[in-house]
Structures are given as structure tokens and as C-alpha cells.
């Protein structure tokens, strides 16, 4: 079992940034790969950026390439999604996610909202 708590959200200007947390609990964290997700009012919950269990591999969905990055630091638990150049259409509730790497178990964060307006 995972207990993941996002932080970082908030309301920011078009073209800001915010850093997004995820700091995870109760299992083995280098176990897993650890996914972003957001979802939009009235839309589904799209996969942000993904990052492998050493930080070896990423994948971004290419509304977000060039933006944003997603790293890990094993010793502390923590997952973070660092966002630049913000746009109104990245205002959404973001889900950070676990998933094993062998028994393929997911885990889902309660979400952070992130507000861009002007």
C-alpha cells in the first residue's frame, strides 16, 4: 500500500510557474514508477509525464514538452513536476500516481488544483 500527498498548487499568471510535490509513504518508492495526471473540469484524466524507477526514462504528452519536468528524488520520497511557461489551458486538478514496476498496482494522490489566470 502507497499513500501519496501532493503539494505546489495554486493560482498562477499565464506564462508563471509552479513546482509540483508528491511525497509518498508506506512502501518502497524506487518500486515504482511515478506518473503525473490532470484532469479539467468536465474532462477525462489525461497522463501528464511519467518517470521510471531510477529516473532513467520520461515521457511527456506533447501538450507539455519543452514546460514541464518531472524528476524524483529516491531518498526523499518524492516525486516533482516542475511547470514553466503556464497557460490557461494547464489549469486542471493534478493527480500524482504510482504504479509497481512488477505487480502493476496503482496509487493515486487526493490531487492539487492548478489555476492559470490572469
Known amino acids: 500500500q502507497v499513500q501519496l500527498v501532493e503539494s505546489g498548487g495554486g493560482l498562477v499568471q499565464p506564462g508563471g510557474s509552479l513546482r509540483l510535490s508528491c511525497v509518498a509513504s508506506?512502501?518502497?518508492?524506487?518500486?515504482?514508477?511515478m506518473n503525473w495526471f490532470r484532469q479539467a473540469p468536465g474532462n477525462e484524466r489525461v497522463l501528464v509525464a511519467t518517470l521510471t524507477t531510477t529516473g532513467g526514462a520520461t515521457i511527456y504528452a506533447d501538450s507539455v514538452k519543452g514546460r514541464f519536468t518531472i524528476s524524483r528524488d529516491n531518498a526523499k520520497n518524492t516525486v516533482y513536476l516542475q511547470m514553466n511557461s503556464l497557460k490557461p489551458e494547464d489549469t486542471a486538478v493534478y493527480y500524482c500516481n504510482a504504479k509497481h514496476r512488477i505487480l502493476n498496482t496503482r496509487y493515486w494522490g487526493q490531487g492539487t488544483r492548478v489555476t492559470v489566470s490572469a
Open positions: 508506506g512502501s518502497t518508492f524506487s518500486d515504482y514508477t
